[in-house]
Each structure stands twice: as C-alpha cells, then as structure tokens.
C-alpha cells in the first residue's frame, strides 16, 4: 500500500504539471478573493447580510468555497484576469 501511494504521488499528484496547475489555480483564487473583498456587492445578498454581523473575509472565503470548479473558472474570466 505504502508502495502504491508513493507511486501515485511521485508520478501523478505531484508532477511538476501539477504543481505549476495548483499554483495557477490558488494564484485565481486570491485574486478572486481580493476583487470580492473590495466589491462586496458582487457577493449574494445572504452573505452581504452575514457581513453586517461578521468578518467580510468569512463571507467571501465562504462564497468561494461554495462555487464550483466551472463556476469559479468563469467568474475570474468575467472579472477579467
């Protein structure tokens, strides 16, 4: 098993491919993440609500973390990254 999992990551999880992918990616999320703390009003009205009593950053990270892959690829390019 221990062999098995060596494999996967040395040859699959972390390739160099896939690192220069999740450094793209998490590069898209922060700025996604900046550009919706300093337009709050692009967030949903819940959690523009849940800003009044809360961190904004809370409100943002929890957006974000409820989109979708597609969801979160097409927003960045609507924003215009």
Do not use: W
């Amino acid at each position: 098993m221990d062999e098995l999992r060596n494999f996967l990551f040395e040859k699959v999880y972390r390739t160099s491919a896939t690192i220069q992918q999740e450094n793209k990616i998490t590069e898209q999320l922060k700025l996604t993440f900046d550009y919706l703390l300093n337009h709050p009003d692009m967030l949903p009205s819940g959690l523009r609500q849940q800003n009044k009593s809360s961190y904004l950053g809370r409100a943002v990270c929890d957006y974000i973390a409820g989109m979708t892959d597609y969801f979160a690829l097409r927003l960045f390019k609507q924003l215009g990254f």
